[in-house]
């Protein structure tokens, strides 16, 4: 008797090596990798399960969207295909974007990052001032190397060969070292207007698209690394201020 009962504490004792994480650890562990994604405040609020699919009536385009995101949360590292979220402002790419970093990191504690395109292309063009403490690649280096990167509103800037050239150097980069990347922007899937068309007067009369504003190299290449979303519908903040006024 004395055997079995000394055999049931060895059987309930802890086993050596087996160590439970306190809650207290990862809880801060989170909040560190959700301070380090570097979230804007105006977005810090965007879930995915806040995400509006519906105004009067059902969106296809958005509830798809959805579904990608959700998708892409839930398959993650497995399937690290990034996404091409498209579509008109105000429709939601960036709370999408969002969501999904949020949800990557408090669900799988994956290190990511947010930049505005516009925002790191200004921050990379003030590292030249010699009077500022910071180098080039001390910037593009947590870009390079973030797990997940969201990159928003991509093509924001009016294209010239410095900014081209930097484009090229942040996604070929990514895409060498096999990096997972979520870009949102308004411009339309479409190549530069030199190769969409010969006639001049249409070039003039079009819109510009996203081959215009990174060459058609990089949205090729955009092509192998990202899932194409788009998304359809009205500016969510107009309709929201039109409902307050009424």
Known sequence: MASSDAAASVSGAKQPGRVTR???????????????ACIPARYEHCELAEFV??????????????????????????????LLLIGPIGVGKTHLA?????????RKSVPCLFYDYRELLKEIQN??????????MAILRPVFEAEVLVLDELGAV??????????????????????????TTNFADQ??????????TARAARE???GDRIGERMRSRLHEMCRKVAMEGSDFRQRVRSTNYR
């Open 208 to 210: 510009e698209t996203l």
């Open 22 to 36: 306190c809650d207290c650890i990862l809880k801060k562990r989170t909040g560190l990798l959700l301070q380090h």
């Open 158 to 183: 009016k294209p010239t060969e410095w900014v081209w050239d930097t484009v090229s150097l942040i996604l070929n980069t990514r895409y060498n070292n096999k990096r997972t990347t979520i870009i």
């Open 127 to 136: 590292s030249y001032n010699p009077t500022v403490n910071t180098t080039e």
């Open 98 to 106: 969002v969501g999904i970093l949020k949800e990557l990191v408090l």
């Open 53 to 82: 699919t519906k105004t009067s009536g059902s969106n296809p385009s958005l509830e798809a969207a959805l579904l990608a995101a959700e998708s892409f949360v839930k398959e993650y590292p497995v399937e690290k295909t990034g």
């Open 191 to 200: 190549p530069p207007a030199m190769v969409a068309t010969r006639d001049l």
